[in-house]
């Protein structure tokens, strides 16, 4: 069963998936036009509802759960943090209390967030969250790694860097980008630009979730780094390269707590993936290919907002 599997990496990773179940709140991130070109059974339900995962469960001989759902805004974290601690952490607690009472394997996506700043960060570094999202994200693990250690269950961590690629929510830096470009519209750049992020095109990840789930060992943790680092004023000049349009740029006040750099180390995994510069193209492509599928996203908030708080 794949919980916010409606999402963005969720729905990159249910086209990996023969048949799979998918379990959705829709939130605002959660879309069904995820979903419509891919065979799947869906239940709209919520982690944050115990009986409602429960039910799922029960009812369709659930063995495995791949666990996507979040609120995976850092800004939006700034503004309302309180729905982070009830999706990203109780909902997880939630998550591993049905998997403690059926026995079931806990497969979670976490993120390179969780340690902050730090340069090269392996699995054992400590957590030092800076955002209330990343905070969540931090407790929530820390939740896992405590039922592994109390109640023997079968749990593992994921944490991806930076994804980009096909239907991300335009609240993130790079769909926002190039929806902006194309629309004419200024680009909000918080503090002076130079923050790094490693990036990483979600296909690639899909497809390192899946061989993990399958061949990851319980009670580890796994980094998956895209080991493709870049400022985000970087990345808009190469979204600029692309459409063959000059990125019209508005330097904004800093986000609060802003991280100036995610870096992990993969010490456990073989994997490759595609070049960003090739990435970039397939998902700029995407966005110019499929308008109908962010034209109705326009009037969000946070598309929309410079400075959200
Ligand atoms: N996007 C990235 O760059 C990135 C990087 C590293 C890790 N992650 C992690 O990967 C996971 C997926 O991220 P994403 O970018 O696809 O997020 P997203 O915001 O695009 O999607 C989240 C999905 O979860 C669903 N959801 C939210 N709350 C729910 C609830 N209470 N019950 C059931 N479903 C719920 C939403 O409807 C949506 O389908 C998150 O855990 C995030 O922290 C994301």
């Known amino acids: 069963m794949i919980t916010g599997g409606a999402g963005f990496i969720g729905s990159a990773f249910v086209r990996e998936i023969d048949n799979p179940l998918v379990f ?30 429960e039910k799922a469960v029960k009812e369709n001989h659930v063995d495995t759960i791949v666990n996507f759902a979040a609120e995976s805004h850092v ?45 090269n960060s392996t699995e054992d570094f ?54 902006r470009i194309l629309k004419n519209m200024e680009i909000p750049v918080y503090g002076d630009g130079k923050q790094e992020r490693d990036w990483i095109f979600v296909e690639d990840t899909a497809k390192i979730i899946k061989k993990i789930m399958q061949e990851g060992k319980k009670g580890e943790i796994y980094n998956v780094p895209g080991g493709q680092r870049r400022t985000n004023i970087e990345i808009i000049d190469e979204i600029g390269k692309i459409l063959g349009k000059k990125p019209l740029i508005k330097y904004v006040k800093d986000r609060p707590g802003h991280d100036k750099l995610y870096s ?7 994997y490759k993936t595609i070049p960003l510069e090739e990435g970039l193209k397939k998902t700029v492509e995407w966005y110019l290919n499929n308008q109908w599928w962010w034209t109705p996203l ?11 708080w």
């Open 24 to 53: 959705d709140a829709l939130t605002y991130a959660g879309r069904l036009e995820n979903l419509k070109d891919v065979k799947h059974l869906f239940i709209k339900g919520d982690i944050r509802n115990f009986q409602e995962i």
């Open 75 to 119: 800004d939006r974290s700034i503004v309302d943090p309180f729905i982070f601690l009830d999706t990203n952490v109780k909902g997880v607690i939630n998550l591993l209390e049905v998997a403690r009472k059926y026995d079931l394997k806990l497969v979670h996506i976490s993120t390179d967030e969780v340690y902050g700043e730090q340069e």
């Open 126 to 179: 400590p957590l030092k969250p800076s955002s209330p999202y990343s905070a969540s994200k931090a407790s929530g693990d820390m939740f896992i790694h405590s039922y592994i250690r109390t109640y023997g269950v079968n749990a593992l961590i994921i944490r991806p860097s930076n994804n980009y690629g096909p239907r991300q929510f335009p609240e993130k830096l790079i769909p926002k980008t190039i929806i």
């Open 264 to 270: 992990m180390k993969n010490t456990k995994l073989e």
């Open 298 to 308: 326009l009037g969000d908030e946070f598309f929309r907002s410079e400075v959200p």
